[in-house]
């Protein structure tokens, strides 16, 4: 199993450009998530998805948009890219998230790290 | 306020030796606990849960203290791959809230 994978690694925007970062996990978890890590601030949530279908916002959603068509993959799309959104990017999967009560373990891709110029 | 408050450290520890740090949180609601850990410029991993009663893993062992609502991790016989930042997470099932801390960095030097 590759686990959670996420492309690209790194990339660099101008303002104002958008772009999709990819994130696709081959554990068949219903439950992913997007995360952005920013120094001492520690990991926001920025949109979930408890199966295919279905996606609700995070604590920081705000010029980010997501899907969910498939079980395997949750693109998350940058609108209008700012300056504020340099960070770097989490994409996780659990087996059935947070819901009922119980805590899944999440397991984290790898990161991309983004700079918007 | 932060919801999960760390010491960022760093923690500089001698080979061999022991460390230990907390974390506080401030809603009381909070369910359950968890220690991550996360490599330099990687991502993070789940080192272990926390429970009431305090609980070890090898070397590792964390503890929690409800009513004054912080968890712990001590590290003895630190080795040199024990160099990590060590993440503070906090799930209150009320909302399904995942609550990160910022983090404590831990370098262990020989």
């Known amino acids: 199993n590759a686990g959670v994978t996420q492309t690209p690694k790194f990339q660099v925007l101008k303002t104002g450009q958008s772009m999709t970062l990819q994130c696709a996990q081959d554990?068949?978890?219903?439950?992913m998530s997007w995360y952005r890590q920013d120094p001492g601030m520690g990991l926001r949530l920025i949109h979930y998805?408890?199966?295919?279908?279905?996606?609700d916002q995070g604590e920081v959603p705000n010029g980010y948009n997501v899907s969910r068509s498939t079980t395997e993959d949750f693109p998350l799309r940058l609108l209008s890219a700012a300056p504020s959104q340099t960070s770097v990017y989490f994409c996780?999967?659990?087996?059935?998230?947070?819901?009922?009560?119980?805590?899944?373990?999440?397991?984290f891709g790898p990161g991309t790290r983004l700079t918007v110029l | 306020r932060k919801e999960v408050e760390q010491d960022p450290g760093p923690f500089n520890v001698p080979e061999g030796a022991t460390v230990a740090f907390n974390c506080t949180y401030s809603?009381?609601?909070?369910?359950?606990f968890f220690w991550y850990r996360q490599d330099c410029r990687k991502e993070p991993k789940l080192l272990m849960s926390?429970?009431?009663s305090g609980n070890e893993d090898g070397r590792f062992t964390a503890q929690l203290n409800r009513a004054s609502q912080y968890i712990s991790l001590l590290i003895r016989d630190s080795k040199l791959s024990d160099s990590a930042t060590y993440l503070c997470?906090?799930?209150?099932?009320?909302?399904?809230?995942?609550?990160f801390g910022g983090g404590t960095r831990v370098l262990v030097k020989p």
């Open positions: 996780a999967s659990s087996y059935r998230g947070l819901a009922g009560n119980s805590y899944n373990e999440q397991f």
């Open positions: 554990m068949n978890h219903e439950y």
């Open positions: 998805s408890v199966g295919a279908g279905i996606t």
């Open positions: 809603n009381s609601a909070s369910q359950s």
């Open positions: 926390v429970y009431s």
């Open positions: 997470v906090v799930f209150k099932a009320a909302g399904n809230k995942l609550t």
